[in-house]
């Protein structure tokens, strides 16, 4: 891994050395013939190297629909009527993106631990039947984020028929895990109670995470053993928090050593439970929770092998599951809504909410 991300960044630095040459004149021979390359090919290059992504997303783009209908045909007695989901990937997209038009958006208060209150913005179009509701879980490495990242997606999926629920949970160090499971949960049993005034029914719920959200999404969902939760929804997350540890480092961009020890309250030998209870892939052997996992494999922040070793793990249990595997994408790569990232998962996550919620 360490040898393929020294090989990117001395491609890299090969590549932004030689396009100097456009603008500065080469002292040498040598370097007059790079310059010739540069000057000459040079627009070749950089448009093939732009255009990558999209012709990469083209292959996965081709072979989703038919390999989703085929992990999740199980789950549902009815068609997943993929018809009715926008393509996996639209070129018009990509240069006119339409807006997603936002719905009403309401806030909730759902608990309170020592003072600190908890809040849930809910998404919800004006339908007046009893949606499913899906439950998102932001990311920030546990110590930091907001409810109202990555809002389009949720417009989206309001818009589909589907209610949202958007919520906060308490932060490490000052709460390390299992406070952020207790606080999921407590967001459930509000949504519930609510369920009449919300619109949404009470036994359909799926869980949407994104990094560290992702991780709590998996945790939870899988030691709940809750019939309710239909599903869940993991964009580039840690399934297993020994794992993380064990490859964390003090100097790595996030100081992840840092970021692990402090939310879940030590090394894994003072804290083992915790470590094993927040460690989704572990947590999968007595459930069977339909799980839609989403990596890029250039990801810097999130081990692209995290997401990999999960989908390995589920498949030897026969638990329905797809990976959704981005070659190109890096972390957060679906803050492009309409970006090559952005819709093959929003495909993947409109197929399998209906795949699991019908």
Request: net charge neutral; hydrophobic share 45%.
């Amino acid at each position: 891994m360490q040898i393929l991300l020294f090989l990117r960044l001395l491609c890299a630095v090969v590549l932004c050395s030689a396009a100097t040459l456009v603008v500065v004149q080469a002292p040498t021979m040598p370097l007059f013939r790079v310059a010739l390359v540069a000057t000459e090919f040079g627009a070749l290059i950089a448009a093939v190297l732009f255009v990558s992504p999209v012709l990469r997303a083209a292959a996965v783009a081709r072979r989703l629909p038919a390999e989703m209908a085929r992990s999740f045909s199980r789950v549902s007695a009815n068609s997943m009527h993929t018809s009715e989901v926008a393509k996996p990937l639209s070129w018009k997209k990509l240069w006119c993106a339409p807006s997603v038009p936002p719905v009403p958006v309401t806030t909730h208060e759902y608990a309170t631990h020592e003072g600190a209150v908890l809040n849930l913005s809910y998404y919800r179009d004006s339908d007046p039947h009893a949606a499913p509701c899906v439950v998102v879980i932001h990311g920030g490495g546990w110590e930091n984020g907001s409810a109202a990242e990555f809002p389009t997606l949720n417009h989206y999926l309001a818009h589909r028929g589907y209610a949202v629920a958007a919520i906060e949970y308490r932060f490490a160090p000052r709460w390390p895990w299992p406070a952020q499971r207790e606080d999921v949960l407590d967001a459930v049993r509000y949504l519930q109670t609510h369920a009449t005034e919300l619109r949404l029914d009470p036994q359909r719920f799926v869980f949407l995470g994104r990094s560290a959200g992702g991780q709590i999404a998996e945790a939870v969902a899988y030691g709940a053993h809750d019939p309710a939760v239909r599903g869940c929804i993991a964009f580039y997350s840690p399934a297993d928090m020994h794992y993380a540890f064990e490859f964390a480092r003090a100097d790595d961009i996030l100081n992840s050593l840092h970021l692990v020890r402090q939310y879940l309250g030590g090394d894994p030998q003072n804290v083992r439970d915790n470590y094993d209870s927040a460690s989704g892939i572990l947590l999968a052997s007595g459930s069977h929770v339909p799980t839609l996992l989403i990596h890029g494999y250039r990801d810097e922040l999130v081990w692209f092998r995290q997401s990999q070793r999960l989908s390995d793990r589920l498949n030897a249990l026969g638990a329905p599951h797809y990976f959704v595997q981005l070659p190109w994408a890096t972390h957060a790569f679906d803050y492009n809504f309409n970006g090559p990232g952005g819709q093959i998962s929003t495909y993947a996550v409109e197929t399998f909410l209906a795949a699991v919620t019908r």
